[in-house]
Structures are given as structure tokens and as C-alpha cells.
């Protein structure tokens, strides 16, 4: 029977008290209440300490370059239709390193699902300004504050056209685990954006500061309105939102593209001498 012990438990390389952890146990309840084992799973990640989750639990994995996860993680999900693909990686990795291909997964719509954990800070490299760092937030590198405006990732993902957008909350383990599940059901690009705390590099966005602003949203919400979720997205600083906050039935890119559903493509049988000619006309 499928538990959270199936999922197994490591020694990590956070530090004590760090977001990380509730968005590991968020992810392993929902996998669990999704009924996938381990090998039906591909986590894939780029670099940074969000990166270092796939390592924490039983799962196939595939870790890559900087800002490189979700290319890879496109590329094992048109190979295998089967398996249930998740990006988790940070805010710098997704959102800086990794935006152009952030872009461009949304425009196809391929049927994975996208955690960042939004720290608002480059935590691996010793507290550089992320791409959501706010507004005057004093960094070792930026003494005088930042400068640059932040990215409003929700904002930006539905209005590149994902059908799928959503935000939750790393010191809520239950409603994170629903997002998740909520995503992954999704037949299309999921993006979750997690807001979590960072106890040593980030000491303004803390988890007292989350806590008195984030609420969740009421069954009144309609998240099929695409205005009022951008106005939504753009909620921040006294009040944060947390939950569905853009669902929409756009086809996925392997429904668009007509790919089988019944099998795999890396199941599909290569003939030899067919591959020679193919390659023929381009030597």
C-alpha cells in the first residue's frame, strides 16, 4: 500500500527551519493521495537548494543545468505520456535562469506541472536578489537596495496563456498537497508559484510576514474569469492570495499535436534501415 514511508526519508542539506521541508512533505501527501508510486514519477530540477528535493525522495530524477528544467522535463514527457512529469526548482532558477523556457512551455502547453519555490532570494549563492525580490530589499550585493522592479510570475503566466496557475503557501502543508494534486490532474502546463521563508538569507519575507498577509480563496472565486485573475495576480503586500487563481480547458500540446494515448513513444519500435535513409538525405 502506497504511504508517505514509500517515498522513503534523507538527510537533507537545508538549513533547520527552511521552507524546503513543507514543500517536500506537501509533495509527498499529494503523490501519495494521487495513488503514484515512485516509478511512474519524474522529478526534474536545475540548481539551487529548491533543486535538491528530487534527491529527498524515492522517485526516478533527473537534475540539470541552471534554469534547464523544464526543456528536460518536456522532452522526458513527450518520450513517455505515462509518466506523471514535476518541475520543482526556486524562484532564480524558474523565473531568472530559466524564464525564456518558462515562456515557451506555457505558449505549448505540455502536460507537466511546474513547483517554484519562491523564496524571493538566490539562498544556495548567499542571498543575491531573485527575480521577485521586492522593491528595496538590501542584499550584500545590492547594499543599497534593489533597484529592479520584481516579476509577477502569476500575472505574466496567465497573460502568455496558461490554463493552469495557482499559489500556495510552504507552512501549509494540506492546501499546498491540493495544489499540487489539483495541478498534476491538470491535462496541460501547470504553474505552481510556493511562497516560502528563508531563515538565513531572507529576514524581511519570514514566516510571521507570509502569515499576516496570505488568505485563501472562497468557493465564490471564479477562477475561469481571466480579468479578475489578473487582477488577482496582482495582489501583493497586505494581502496575498492563495489558491487556484487561473483555470481555463486549453488542449495540451499533446492533444493539439495528436500524439497517441494509448502508448509511449520511447515504446515505439525504430526500424534500422528506415533511420539509414532518413539519414541519408541530409549526409
Known amino acids: ?25 506537501a509533495l509527498k501527501d499529494a503523490l501519495v493521495k494521487l495513488n503514484l508510486e515512485p516509478h511512474k514519477i519524474v522529478l526534474v530540477s536545475g540548481i539551487g537548494q529548491a533543486a535538491k528535493l528530487p534527491h529527498y ?21 513527450m518520450a513517455n505520456n505515462k509518466l506523471a512529469v514535476l518541475v520543482t526548482s526556486g524562484d532564480g532558477d524558474i523565473y531568472g535562469e530559466g ?4 515562456i515557451h512551455a506555457i505558449r505549448r ?6 513547483i517554484v519555490h519562491n523564496n524571493q532570494v538566490y539562498a544556495l549563492t548567499k542571498g543575491q536578489a531573485s527575480p521577485t525580490s521586492d522593491l528595496g530589499y538590501v542584499t550584500k550585493v545590492q547594499p543599497q537596495g534593489v533597484i529592479d522592479e520584481p516579476i509577477h510570475p502569476l500575472t505574466m503566466s496567465i497573460a502568455l496563456g496558461a490554463g493552469f496557475v495557482a499559489r ?6 494540506e492546501h499546498l498537497s491540493l495544489m499540487i494534486q489539483e495541478g498534476v490532474k491538470y491535462r496541460g502546463l501547470a504553474i505552481i508559484d510556493v511562497l516560502q521563508w528563508c531563515v538565513t538569507f531572507n ?21 475561469s474569469d481571466k480579468t479578475k485573475a489578473l ?32 502508448k509511449a513513444l520511447v515504446n515505439e519500435e525504430i526500424e534500422p534501415g528506415k533511420v539509414s535513409l532518413a539519414l541519408k538525405e541530409f549526409l
Open 168 to 173: 500556495g503557501f510552504a507552512g501549509d502543508k
Open 57 to 77: 525522495l524515492y522517485a526516478n530524477v533527473f537534475n540539470g543545468l541552471h534554469g534547464r528544467a523544464i526543456p528536460a522535463a518536456t522532452g522526458i514527457k
Open 99 to 102: 524564464g525564456n523556457h518558462l
Open 203 to 223: 529576514k524581511k519575507n519570514n514566516f510571521a510576514w507570509y502569515k499576516k498577509r496570505i488568505y485563501k480563496l472562497g468557493p465564490e472565486y471564479d477562477s
Open 1 to 25: 500500500m502506497l504511504d508517505l514511508n514509500s517515498f522513503g526519508k534523507f538527510e537533507t542539506a537545508w538549513c533547520p527551519g527552511c521552507g524546503d521541508f513543507g514543500i517536500l512533505e
Open 109 to 114: 502547453n505540455i502536460n507537466i506541472t511546474v
Open 231 to 262: 487582477e488577482k495576480s496582482l495582489e501583493w503586500g497586505d494581502r496575498i492570495p492563495l489558491g487556484i487563481i487561473y483555470k481555463n480547458g486549453r488542449p495540451s500540446f499533446e492533444e493539439a499535436y495528436g500524439l497517441p494515448k494509448d
